[in-house]
């Protein structure tokens, strides 16, 4: 069961509009300080909490704690995720940010520890 608290947030512009997809999903800052999905195996900075509908808009990022993340394959509770293309998680320890504290699989939504 999937679930999300005591996440430690900072607030950042949105390089591109995450109104389809974004939320939930790794997030890196770029060279002018917006977040945008983070590219498969980044570098990831935090988890994007909301949706916005245009870039250059207000957007949550979580950086500590426990979040959702949604996933991009099948993932195990206790497996270290990275990114994968358009900032979902898969597993692996390139650039990992978190671990997962449940099971699923490629479009699920799962409770993640984020390692601030």
């Not at 300080?33 to 916005?52: E, F, K």
Request: a negative charge; one cysteine or more; aromatic letters at 4%.
């Amino acid at each position: 069961m999937a679930n999300e608290e005591t996440l430690r947030c900072i607030s950042l512009q949105s390089a591109a509009d995450f109104s389809t997809t974004g939320q939930w999903r790794f997030g890196t800052v770029n060279s002018s300080g917006q977040v945008g999905l983070t590219s498969a195996a980044g570098r990831v900075d935090g988890i994007v909490q909301g949706n916005v509908d245009a870039a250059d808009r207000a957007v949550t990022v979580g950086i500590h704690g426990i979040s959702f993340l949604e996933l991009g394959a099948t993932i195990t509770a206790g497996d270290s995720l990275q990114s994968g293309s358009s900032g979902v998680g898969v597993s692996g320890t390139t650039n990992a940010k978190c671990i997962a504290l449940e099971s699923g699989v490629s479009g699920d939504i799962v409770s993640v520890l984020l390692l601030g």
